[in-house]
């Protein structure tokens, strides 16, 4: 089971990492946030899915497996990194947030982190994914861009979600928070800004 691992080992934090539906661990968002999140006090564990590893070693595209072999499969990466006095919280983008959080529903973990959480597919408002973000039992944060076009600012200042759930936006961000040129930020800045949204929401939970 491959790994990139960032950050102190040793650390108190752990933040289990994962990929969106079609690019894997590898991915320089994922490079990007996992190292500017990790640190002395915070270890960060990239992994991935059972049919990314598929790609990876086939290099053929697939769609993503089914959410029950999703969950199945965090099972086993909640299993292999949860110890005692160790505050482990669960992450990734997009499809990655979407599970983790889904898991989080059933199981005990600290808390969630999704970064740009697909509440819709792409044109299909009408279709939401909710029960994960209105039902949250635990403490999630979600970084969402704001013109994401799985779920934007606008859609979503009526939805009501758990108050658990805190939901960040960063400036003009589409689905990968990368903001458009006019916008006078950078994605350089929106990452900076998403990583260290994380680190503070992380770094503040108690086992």
């Known amino acids: 089971m491959m790994i990139r691992q960032d950050g102190n080992p040793n650390a108190r934090h752990y933040l289990l990492l994962a990929h969106g539906s079609g690019a894997g661990m590898d991915h320089p968002f994922m490079a990007t946030l996992a190292e500017a999140v990790a640190g002395e006090d915070l270890c960060v564990i990239r992994y991935e ?9 086939t290099q053929k595209r697939r769609p993503p497996d089914r959410m029950p072999r999703l969950l199945e499969a965090l099972d086993e990466w909640v299993a292999r990194y949860r110890q005692p006095g ?3 919280v669960l992450g990734g983008k997009s499809l990655g947030g979407r599970v983790s959080a889904q898991w989080a529903l059933e ?3 600290d808390a969630v982190v999704a970064l740009g959480y697909p509440f819709h597919p792409v044109g ?12 949250a039992r635990v403490p999630m944060l979600i970084l969402q861009g704001e013109r994401d076009p799985f ?7 009526e939805v009501t979600l758990s108050p658990t759930v805190q939901l960040n936006y960063l400036t003009d961000g589409d689905h990968g928070l990368k903001p458009r040129k006019a916008s006078g ?3 350089a800045e ?4 998403a990583a ?10 108690e086992a």
């Open 124 to 135: 299909k408002p009408d279709r939401w994914r909710l029960e994960p973000v209105q039902q």
């Open 185 to 187: 930020v950078t994605e």
């Open 107 to 109: 199981n005990p973990v």
């Open 196 to 205: 260290q949204a994380c680190r503070q929401f992380i770094l503040t939970l």
């Open 190 to 193: 929106n990452l900076s800004r």
């Open 86 to 88: 160790r505050v482990l």
């Open 49 to 57: 899915f059972p049919y990314m590893q598929t790609i990876r070693a």
């Open 151 to 157: 779920g934007n600012r606008q859609e979503l200042s």
